[in-house]
């Protein structure tokens, strides 16, 4: 059998999409002015103005190789590691900035740790090495969210679509309600999930959360430690926005979707049961999470080949980010979705009259 073909040049919008604010976010931090509203400017109105003028990249051809694509994933943590206490520093304002300055730089890191940094976290804990797993981890302790790196592996994939699942979002239901059920209900029940395993025997070692919480209590130590009060503030708010916004994305790609129960058992994961979006900037800032339906049907496949199906899965009106901002305007939020639900349901109920199911 020949070896499959390796794609280096798909992977060029990914490395250029998500790096290209780093030494923006980097001038923020240390001069401020200038610096700040083009790392703000350019992961809100730059990203959406390329997904609209920019056309859709399709689908990599099947069999393509990605070597480069782990390497990206580890350079990405890697920098997180290196931005946050640097975005902690001058949100707290020991880097000498003025208050609108700080603003700028809590946006700023605040928007890249929500989308680049925790997309880029999800792939890793998705990843088979060890080594990748625990980077993606690291990532995910230092936003004071480690628990996200079971829930989502143990519970949201296992239960998406159904009440099961903290973090899918039901129909009619506001995104700052969806928030606080998911928040506490993705911890208990991703605890649960670890602890079970442990019980049966199929894990041992230290329990996850033990490394969870332990790793956000450092994370907290140090930054007041180092920086006092204003550190810690900083940490919680940097910290808080990225959630939001993992919380957000979670919200939309799931948003009224539910799979049909039989026999007391759901049926399994399809491509209905995700809201995908096709727009290609945000698609490589977020390293493909827009294509959240592949990625759910094939959990282990590398982002760069996640692949669209328009016919077959749910689209957004518009791309990932713009919905999630729409979604903190619930009423908006409902007058743009419900209907859009509404449809696609019924489309689902012809669709099931005619096969029977």
């Known amino acids: 059998m020949p070896p499959r073909p390796i794609s280096a040049p798909r992977m060029l919008p990914f490395w250029a999409a998500t790096l290209l604010p780093v030494p923006l976010l980097a001038g ?212 808080g926005h990225a959630q939001m916004q993992l919380l957000l994305s979670d919200y939309v790609q799931h948003y009224g979707l539910s799979r049909r129960i039989a026999d007391g058992r759901a049926e399994p994961v399809g491509p209905a049961h995700s809201w995908d979006a096709p727009q290609p900037f945000s698609g490589w800032l977020m390293l493909h999470a827009p294509r959240h339906a592949d990625h759910h049907l094939h959990p282990g496949r590398i982002y760069p080949a996640l692949r669209l199906d328009g016919g077959a899965t749910p689209m957004l009106p518009r791309s990932l980010p713009a919905m999630a901002a729409l979604a903190l305007a619930p009423p908006l939020w409902r007058r743009v979705m419900d209907r859009r639900l509404a449809k696609w349901r019924a489309k689902g109920e012809r669709a099931g009259a005619l096969t029977g199911l």
């Open 28 to 239: 923020a931090a240390l001069w401020g002015g200038g610096w700040g509203v083009a790392a703000v400017a350019y992961l809100t109105l730059f990203a959406f103005a390329l997904d609209a003028l920019i056309a859709g990249t399709g689908n990599a051809p099947e069999g393509v190789e990605f070597p480069a694509a782990e390497a990206l994933a580890v350079t990405l943590a890697l920098l997180h590691l290196a931005l946050l206490p640097l975005g902690v520093a001058a949100v707290a304002g020991a880097t000498g900035l003025s208050g609108a300055e700080r603003v700028l730089a809590f946006l700023g890191f605040g928007l890249f740790f929500g989308q680049v940094s925790n997309s880029n976290a999800h792939e890793l804990i998705h990843r088979g090495g060890r080594g990748l797993y625990r980077l993606g981890v690291a990532v995910y302790v230092s936003l004071l969210f480690g628990h996200h790196a079971s829930a989502h592996r143990l519970v949201h994939h296992r239960h998406v679509a159904t009440a099961a699942d903290p973090n899918s979002a039901r129909a009619g239901e506001g995104f700052y309600r969806f928030a606080a059920r998911a928040w506490v209900g993705s911890f208990r029940e991703g605890w649960r999930a670890e602890t079970a395993l442990r019980a049966r025997g199929s894990r041992g070692g230290m329990h996850p959360y033990a490394v969870y919480l332990g790793g956000a209590a450092a994370w907290m130590a140090a930054a007041a430690l180092a920086l006092g009060l204003p550190g810690l503030l900083a940490l919680l708010a940097l910290a």
